[in-house]
């Protein structure tokens, strides 16, 4: 774990993920030729900007990750098919695509807590973590409440 | 000198010298709102609401008792005068009880008359309850048996015992009387709508009565839209469907079936070809449970199965069938499962009963017929299991609540169980595929951008309704869509401002919580009729209709039991008329509401006091013209009462000239027993 021997190192790579994640939302909406879903995909970018410009704050020493208690996992994301982005996809499957995303890099960082020797650094990760996971259920939330009314 | 001339509203007039200047006014075409006034009476000046400007003068006059002087300058419509009216009107409000119509018909999405139909049907007259009912909705006979009865909820009659079976009632006259309607003249215009379902028809059916030509597109073989192809034939016999559709090609609307927009025809055609579109297409595209091993054969969507169904009804069916999903597709699927010959059908729901968004009474009549309900468990994968499906689920328990106290269904590690099963149907939900239409703008939820009142989108001409405006919903609100797109559609036509049928001023007692004990004291207890419905094990095994419908007997006893909420003046009500021209806000001066006080000890008059309204219209009618003393003042300021005679019951006032004071109300406090609540041609 030679890879993150500072606080700072850990917040770069946090931050070059909400990176990937921006760029991967701001491509697919200049891509998509569906105005709405070009709207959908433009808020999910300004959401990823906003955790960016979060974690670059705590990087300054101007803003802290918020505490969090662990949120209830309604696991929505464990039981679905994986979805390929696409200009053309669906509501539905931009939100599976999200939540899958968020369940992603929250395993990833729950993985490096337990990797990182340094217990301030593996704290971090932890905190990474609940951060993830807290943006996975709000878009569970918004599947359930559109997709799984009925079931 | 002859005539008086004046100054009214900056133009010059003049009037027989001793005019009012609301006789003046009027003559010249304006309008003066009027409680206490009455022609026969001595002017009175108690109301107010007449009041007017007169240059020079400190204050507003009532123009009911000033008369117009040489010279003088009038302002009858200026912001100051219309203040002082919609105040005036606010005031009177502020301490009225009542209901100007039944909460069962504010609650109807489809705005029916439903005081009135239930009226005509205990009276015996089926055909003006139908009329009524039309009035309002193209498909009594559809809506009579697959409604979801919101006005149920809000019926007062629940405070005595059960609400009034409004629905089951609304189809007796359906399927009593044979509906023949005329041709209306055409005014020239043509409108194509597109999609024959709930929401079209209704459209259609009031957009030809208002003489404009209707070409009827629909991508099935038949009409009817999701209440043929989602809607299994024992709930909704199709001849009642083809029925009420046959009633709309009578007014002239023309069906082209088979014709898909986006694929046979095109937006823009139809915007080209026509003088307006109306769509009305529909949440026909079924969600998918993007579960591992979806699409796999012998897995299908709801809406799928039931269309399949719907053109045949001896479909094979496996022997185990699965449906998930807790709506009323998913109970309609699993029934009509049982009767395509399935031995076993589960229903697989992911939270607890409590919380399936199907229908009550649906869902026992599912459990009656031998339908399993598996509440707390999803499906998380479906492998081939040698020509039959596996079927692997989780068990589920609901999670604690969360921010909006909602407890959302969490998965139980290590929980999950396989079955083996024949057939899985997905009834997990439908959406809207507005691909068909891609010059309109969307909702965030991907549905039509449509106005409300008028269903107009963003496309200049189109207009939009039901469920591919709402997204999947219930029937009675397309119908009440596609009725409210009619009119703004003859409104864009005909060059009118183009606002729908908007509403007007409702005053009511409260939610049912609110109710004076005093309404239904009166009120013997008097069970609800329930609906004679086929054995379950025998309707099990059929697709004949479930529910059999009443019997004349029991449609007369059971709309006997209607309280008759809502007020018999609601429709000439000069309170309501006002409230609703000044667009009023009722709750501006709220004070303590007069108590609710009913007299209909009289055989044919019923005095309310609690709508009174001091306008002494009643009393001074006694005095100048009945010369008698049957109704007088009591009380004074505040406290101040329109009472009979040693506030006696009516009963007890001995005056055959008594009922004559019903025509001197301008609201309904005083109302003949001969008035019915049923006003039929009328519009609310």
Known sequence: MGKFESVDAVLDFAIAREEEAFDLYHGLASRATDAGMQALFTSFAKVEAGHKQKLEGIKEGTAYLPIREKATDLKIADYLVDVEPAPEMSFQDALVLAMKREQAASALYTQLAAAVGDPLLAELFSQLAREEAAHKTRFEDLYEDNFLSEN | MSTVNFILNGHPASAEPGSTILDAARAAGYFIPTFCHNEKLEPFASCFVCAVEVEGRRTLVPSCSTAVTEGMVVNTENERVKKARTVCVELLLSDHTGDCLGPCMTTCPAGIDIPGFISHIANGDDAAALELIMNNMPLAGCLGRVCTRPCETACRRQLVEEPIAICQLKRFPADQ????????????????V??????????????????????????????????????????????????????????????????????????????EEFDAVFLGIGAQKASSMRTPGEELPGVQSGIEFLGKVSRDETLPIGKRVVVVGGGNTAIDAARTALRLGADEVSILYRRAREQMPAWDEEIDAALDEG??????????????????????????????????????????????????????????????????????????????????????????????????????????????????????????????????????????????????????EPFETSARTPMPHLDPKVRAKTFDEVETGFTEEQARAEAARCMECGCRDAHECALREYATAFDVEPSRFNGDRRAYRRDDSHPVLVYEEHKCIQCGSCVRACDELLNSPCMGFAGRGFEARVKPALDRAMVLIDDEQLPKLAEFCPVGALTLKTDSVATLNRNS
């Open chain 2, 194 to 271: 597109v999609g024959a379902g709930p929401a079209g028809l209704s459209a259609a059916f009031f957009l030809q009565q208002f003489g404009v030509d209707c070409t009827v597109f629909d991508a099935h073989e038949n009409p009817g839209g999701m209440i043929r192809y989602g809607i299994p034939s024992y709930r909704l016999p199709r001849d009642v469907i083809d029925g009420e559709v046959e009633t709309i090609k009578q007014l002239g609307a023309e069906f082209r079936f088979n014709t898909k927009l986006g694929t046979d025809i095109t937006l823009d055609q139809l915007r």
């Open chain 2, 177 to 192: 009387v044979e509906v023949s309607l005329k041709k209306v003249p055409s005014i020239g215009k043509r409108v194509a």
């Open chain 2, 371 to 520: 339908v399993i309900l598996e509440t707390l468990a999803a499906p998380v994968k479906i492998e081939p299991a040698g020509g039959r499906l596996a079927l692997t689920c989780v068990r589920m328990e609901l999670g604690e609540p969360d921010a909006s106290g909602r407890r959302r269904p969490v998965p139980v590690d290590g929980s999950e169980y396989t079955t083996d099963v024949d057939d899985i149907i997905a009834a997990i939900g439908q959406n809207v595929d507005a691909s068909m239409a891609p010059s309109l703008e969307l909702t965030d939820w991907r549905s039509i951008q449509a106005d409300e009142q008028t269903g107009r989108t963003s496309v200049a001409g189109v207009f939009a309704g039901g469920d591919c405006v709402t997204g999947a919903d219930i029937a009675v609100n397309a119908v009440a869509a596609g009725r409210r797109a009619a009119f703004a559609i003859k409104q864009f036509l005909t060059g009118d401002p183009v606002v729908g049928d908007p509403a007007g001023y409702n005053h009511s007692m409260g939610e049912l919580d609110e109710i004076d004990e005093a309404v239904t």
